[in-house]
Every structure is written in structure tokens, then in C-alpha cells.
């Protein structure tokens, strides 16, 4: 992309080469000028906090979530998990969204039946 704006071509030609948006050249061609060729050619820092929840705890969670509900409840809830998930010591803290943002990633639907496993 660099190579092909250097030689003149225009940025919505490299574009459409390399199937590729005008407005991604631009932002390599930018980044490039503004920041050197490591920046230009890697991902930008992201905003937020690092994940709390490694591979291992998300396991953990998920099948967490496919025992069976406690005692006194029909099924588990996204804030029983959480709390059993402190409990636990799988992490520190993590509220009940973070519990359903996980989950989504998998097939887990707490209403699929009474252990929370996924029906097929």
C-alpha cells in the first residue's frame, strides 16, 4: 500500500487493488507520516482496561453456568453467577453484564433447561 502510494498512484486506486476501503490508505498513509512504519503496519493501542476473565476463568464460567442452578433457584441468573464466579475466585470482581458478555460468546442459554445446558 505505502510502496504503491510512493509511486504516485492514488490512494482510491491502491484501494481498489487491494480490495480495501480509500479511507484505510489514508489512515496507513497518516499514521505512516505521523508515527514511522512500525505504527502504520501494526494495530493502534486500544482504549478500555485489560480482560479480567483469561481463557482458563472463561471455561470456568461457562461451565459454571451448565451445573445445576442453587439451591432455591429454577435456574442460574447472570448476577448468581457472578457472585458464585467472586466466590469462586475466579476474578476479583465482574458484574453481571460481563457474565452475559461472556456467556453470549458461547451456546449457553439459561433457559434452555434447568442446568442451564444448551438444547440441540
Avoid at 487491494?18 to 505521523?34: F, H, K, N, P, S
Avoid at 476473565?53 to 429454577?74: E, I, K, N, Q
Wanted: proline share 4%; with cysteine; aromatic share 6%.
Amino acid at each position: 500500500m505505502l510502496l504503491r502510494l510512493a509511486d504516485g498512484v492514488s490512494g482510491y486506486t491502491v484501494a481498489d487493488e487491494l480490495g480495501c476501503c480509500a479511507q484505510t490508505v489514508y489512515q496507513v498513509r497518516r499514521r505512516y507520516i505521523e508515527s514511522g512504519l512500525a505504527i502504520a503496519l501494526g494495530e493502534a493501542p486500544r482504549s478500555g482496561g485489560p480482560r479480567r476473565f483469561d481463557g482458563v476463568a472463561r471455561a470456568a464460567l461457562t461451565a459454571l453456568a451448565c451445573t445445576p442452578a442453587p439451591t432455591g433457584h429454577s435456574r442460574w441468573t447472570l448476577r448468581l453467577l457472578a457472585g458464585k464466579a467472586v466466590e469462586l475466585c475466579l476474578v476479583e470482581t465482574i458484574s453481571h453484564e460481563t457474565v452475559g458478555q461472556v456467556l453470549k460468546k458461547t451456546r449457553y442459554s439459561p433457559s434452555a433447561s434447568s442446568t442451564g445446558a444448551w438444547a440441540r
